[in-house]
């Protein structure tokens, strides 16, 4: 079985090795930056094994449906698949907000030949709120990242998004989220939905755009 994994960063349970190594400035005034690069890699790693998990548990109810004609579960076991999918964008999102920073950072350095007290641009939310343009390679990933950030917000604030717990894929993983912004009935809810594979497909070529960026502009040698 395939899994709509994340591998632009490494191919997962590779070994981290200096081919697929980014080396960064080890001695900038917020740290090494190697270590914030290598723990986006390692979470996406961590991510991926949620992914499979998530696929895999997904997979063997089907059949039980289509074999059995029904699938019976404990109640922690089918709330578990809503939990896991949270779990993936929470972190997809803290890694996100970590890329926006670290690439804001270094684009501060490469222009002005120093760091700034501050970093700028820390997060999806802040982006999102710029009234200029952003990186490019950001901004053409924006209704993206808007989207991540959509979803992320709703399952950590919207109250009624309980409301459609039990709505789930019957063929593939879906994501469903119902949004009421700050939870204020003046505000009209949203239902959100898509397809788990179309959104990681898409997260992971960011991912590519990404290294690809970051290899091309800010690498030591």
Request: proline residues 2%.
């Amino acid at each position: 079985m395939e899994y709509p994994i994340l591998e632009s960063l490494k191919k997962y349970k590779t070994h981290f090795n200096q081919e697929q190594f980014i080396s960064l400035n080890a001695d900038s005034d917020f740290g090494n930056l190697n270590l914030n690069y290598s723990q986006i890699v390692i979470r996406i790693e961590c991510v991926n094994s949620q992914i499979i998990d998530l696929y895999h548990k997904f997979y063997i109810e089907k059949h039980k449906r289509e074999t059995e004609g029904f699938a019976m579960y404990n109640l922690d076991e089918s709330y578990l698949n809503i939990m896991v999918t949270e779990q993936i964008f929470y972190w997809l999102r803290k890694t996100t907000d970590e890329i926006i920073s670290l690439i804001s950072l270094c684009t501060d350095f490469k222009s002005n030949g120093k760091y700034p007290k501050k970093i700028k641009v820390s997060s999806i939310g802040e982006f999102l709120k710029l009234k200029t343009p952003f990186i490019e390679v950001i901004e053409e990933n924006k209704d993206l990242l808007k989207l991540l950030n959509e979803i992320s917000n709703t399952f950590k604030h919207s109250f009624i998004n309980p409301q459609i717990m039990a709505y789930k894929g019957s063929e593939y993983p879906v994501v469903f989220a119902y949004n009421l912004h700050y939870n204020d009935l003046k505000n009209e809810a949203k239902f959100i939905q898509i397809e788990l594979k179309k959104f990681l497909n898409d997260y992971d070529k960011f991912l590519l755009e990404i290294k690809n960026y970051i290899e091309e502009n800010f690498k030591y040698n």
